[in-house]
Each structure stands twice: as C-alpha cells, then as structure tokens.
C-alpha cells in the first residue's frame, strides 16, 4: 500500500453530503478524525472515505 490523499464525506439518506472533510495525505495506518455534526440531525448516515482511486462507504448512527 502507499500514502494518498484522503477525504471524508457524510451522506444523508437522500443521497445529499452533509459534511466533507480534507484529512490531507496520509500514510497507511489507524487515524481518528473529528466530526463537527453541528447542524445534523440524530440517525443513519453514510461515511465515505476517498483514498486515491479507492472509494470505501460505510454506515454511521449519529446519536446526540
């Protein structure tokens, strides 16, 4: 594996992105990275992480 460019997107269930985030380029490894959800409702969202050409979604429950 080799170091690229990472971003983070929050989606809500209708498809739209609520949220973004620029974690630069990165290493391979374990990182935490911090969500402001200022402004988004408790429930289900998905979370995509960009690295390079390589597309990841995964789901998230945002509780308040």
Do not use: C, W
């Not at 739209?16 to 289900?44: C, F, W």
Request: glycine fraction near 10%; charge should be positive.
């Amino acid at each position: 594996t080799k170091s690229g460019k990472v971003t983070f997107s929050v989606i809500d269930l209708s498809g739209r992105e609520v949220k973004s985030v620029e974690a630069g380029v990165q290493s391979p490894g374990h990182y935490t990275i911090d969500l402001n959800a200022e402004g988004m409702t408790p429930g289900l969202y998905y979370v995509r992480m960009v690295v390079n050409d390589r597309v990841s979604t995964r789901k998230m429950m945002l509780v308040k």
